[in-house]
C-alpha cells in the first residue's frame, strides 16, 4: 500500500534561491510517495537516516535504492532528475537539492579535488553512493531535529548543509581523528551504531538496556538519548519494528509456519507474537497468511 505526500510528515525549505533542504520523514507502517520537480540544472544529495528509499527515474524503469545509514549523489546535466521517491515505513532522509551555479562557486579553487566538477566533466552524467560517516550523522540529525526560530532558520541550515558538504567532499576525514571537532559525538555515534547492530545480531534473546550500554562504552542515558535521536525510536521500539518486519517477511516466504516465526523472534508463547504482530499491522499473522495465499 501506499499513501500520498499529502499525509507525509516532510517539508522543503528554501536556503536561498537555487539551494533547498528535503526533510522527508515517513513515520507511518505504509510505503509513502515523494514527487517535486527537479530540473537538470540542479545537483541532488539525499542522506538516509533510517530505514530506506527507492527514487524512480524514467517512470519507474530504473530505481536507485537508498539504505540506512547510506547516501547518494545524482546529477544529470543531460536531463531533468524529478524527485520520485518511495519512502519505506519508518524511514527518514534529508535531501540537498542545489543548483550547478551555486555549488561551482563553493568549490571553484577546489574543483581538481571533485572530479566530476572539472571542466571536461562538465556536461557527463554522475551517480555515487557512499556510507553515512558518524560525523556526517551527527551533522543531519541537527538538521532533522532543530528547532530554531523562523527567523534564523534558514541561516542556521545554510550553516550545517555547508558543514555536511565539506565533510562528504573530505577525503581524508579519518586521518586526522584526534583533531575532529566532532571527537566526541562522533565516538557516541559509533557506539550507537554498534548498539543497533548488536540488538539486530541477538534478535531473539536482546540484552537489557543496562548490559547494552556497559558493552559499548556508553551511559544508560547517553544510550537512550542518543539512540532515540539518531533512529526515532527507543532501542527496543526499534528493535520490535524489526522484528515484525522479519516476522512478515518469514510469512510471506512461506517457509515458516506462525510458531516457528514466532519463536524464531524471540517469542516464547504464539499468544504473545500473534498480540503484537495484530497491533502492528491490524491483523493475525495467519490471516496475513491466507491474504497471500489469495493474490
Same mark, same amino acid.
Request: glycine letters at 4%; aromatic letters at 10%; a neutral charge.
Given at each position: 500500500?501506499?499513501?500520498?505526500?499529502?499525509?507525509?510528515?516532510?517539508?522543503?525549505?528554501?536556503?536561498?534561491?537555487?539551494?533547498?533542504?528535503?526533510?522527508?520523514?515517513?513515520?507511518?507502517?505504509?510505503?509513502?510517495?515523494?514527487?517535486?520537480?527537479?530540473?537538470?540544472?540542479?545537483?541532488?544529495?539525499?542522506?538516509?537516516?533510517?530505514?530506506?528509499?527507492?527514487?524512480?527515474?524514467?517512470?519507474?524503469?530504473?530505481?536507485?535504492?537508498?539504505?540506512?545509514?547510506?547516501?547518494?549523489?545524482?546529477?544529470?546535466?543531460?536531463?531533468?532528475?524529478?524527485?520520485?521517491?518511495?519512502?519505506?515505513?519508518?524511514?527518514?532522509?534529508?535531501?540537498?537539492?542545489?543548483?550547478?551555479?551555486?555549488?561551482?562557486?563553493?568549490?571553484?579553487?577546489?574543483?581538481?579535488?571533485?572530479?566530476?566538477?572539472?571542466?571536461?566533466?562538465?556536461?557527463?552524467?554522475?551517480?555515487?553512493?557512499?556510507?553515512?560517516?558518524?560525523?556526517?550523522?551527527?551533522?543531519?540529525?541537527?538538521?532533522? =531535529? *532543530?528547532?530554531?526560530?523562523?527567523?534564523? @532558520?534558514?541561516? /542556521?541550515?545554510?550553516?550545517?548543509?555547508?558543514? !555536511?558538504? +565539506? #565533510?562528504?567532499?573530505?577525503?581524508?576525514?579519518?586521518?586526522?581523528?584526534?583533531?575532529?571537532?566532532?571527537?566526541?559525538?562522533?565516538?557516541?555515534?559509533?557506539?550507537?551504531?554498534?548498539?543497533?547492530?548488536?540488538?539486530?545480531?541477538?534478535?531473539?534473546?536482546?540484552?537489557?538496556?543496562?548490559?547494552?550500554?556497559?558493552?559499548?562504552?556508553?551511559?544508560?542515558?547517553?544510550?537512550?538519548?542518543?539512540?532515540?535521536?539518531?533512529?526515532?525510536?527507543?532501542?527496543?521500539?526499534?528493535?520490535?519494528?524489526?522484528?515484525?518486519?522479519?516476522?512478515?517477511?518469514?510469512?510471506?516466504?512461506?517457509?515458516?509456519?506462525?510458531?516457528?516465526?514466532?519463536?524464531?523472534?524471540?517469542?516464547?508463547? =504464539? *499468544?504473545?507474537?500473534?498480540?503484537?504482530? @495484530?497491533?502492528? /499491522?491490524?491483523?493475525?499473522?495467519?490471516?496475513? !497468511?491466507? +491474504? #497471500?495465499?489469495?493474490?
Amino acid at each position: 500500500m501506499e499513501k500520498n505526500n499529502d499525509e507525509s510528515n516532510s517539508s522543503r525549505i528554501t536556503i536561498e534561491d537555487g539551494f533547498y533542504v528535503f526533510r522527508l520523514q515517513n513515520d507511518t507502517d505504509q510505503i509513502s510517495r515523494e514527487s517535486h520537480d527537479i530540473s537538470s540544472n540542479f545537483i541532488q544529495f539525499h542522506f538516509c537516516m533510517k530505514g530506506q528509499g527507492d527514487f524512480l527515474f524514467n517512470t519507474g524503469n530504473y530505481v536507485f535504492n537508498v539504505k540506512e545509514e547510506h547516501s547518494i549523489l545524482l546529477y544529470n546535466p543531460q536531463r531533468d532528475l524529478p524527485i520520485d521517491l518511495k519512502l519505506q515505513p519508518n524511514t527518514w532522509i534529508i535531501g540537498i537539492v542545489i543548483s550547478i551555479k551555486k555549488f561551482h562557486s563553493l568549490f571553484s579553487q577546489d574543483a581538481d579535488h571533485i572530479h566530476f566538477l572539472s571542466p571536461e566533466n562538465s556536461t557527463k552524467k554522475y551517480y555515487d553512493n557512499a556510507v553515512v560517516s558518524p560525523s556526517m550523522a551527527v551533522v543531519l540529525s541537527q538538521i532533522l =531535529s *532543530s528547532n530554531i526560530h523562523e527567523s534564523m @532558520k534558514a541561516l /542556521y541550515l545554510k550553516g550545517k548543509v555547508y558543514e !555536511l558538504l +565539506s #565533510l562528504y567532499f573530505n577525503k581524508n576525514e579519518d586521518t586526522d581523528i584526534e583533531q575532529c571537532p566532532f571527537l566526541i559525538d562522533e565516538d557516541n555515534i559509533r557506539k550507537i551504531r554498534l548498539a543497533k547492530e548488536i540488538i539486530l545480531k541477538n534478535i531473539s534473546e536482546p540484552p537489557s538496556l543496562q548490559k547494552l550500554s556497559e558493552s559499548i562504552g556508553l551511559s544508560l542515558n547517553k544510550l537512550k538519548e542518543g539512540f532515540k535521536q539518531l533512529y526515532g525510536d527507543t532501542v527496543f521500539g526499534y528493535l520490535l519494528d524489526h522484528k515484525m518486519e522479519e516476522a512478515r517477511r518469514m510469512l510471506a516466504s512461506k517457509n515458516y509456519n506462525v510458531n516457528e516465526v514466532g519463536l524464531k523472534i524471540g517469542y516464547s508463547t =504464539s *499468544s504473545h507474537f500473534i498480540a503484537a504482530f @495484530k497491533k502492528k /499491522y491490524g491483523t493475525t499473522p495467519k490471516k496475513y !497468511l491466507m +491474504s #497471500l495465499s489469495s493474490q
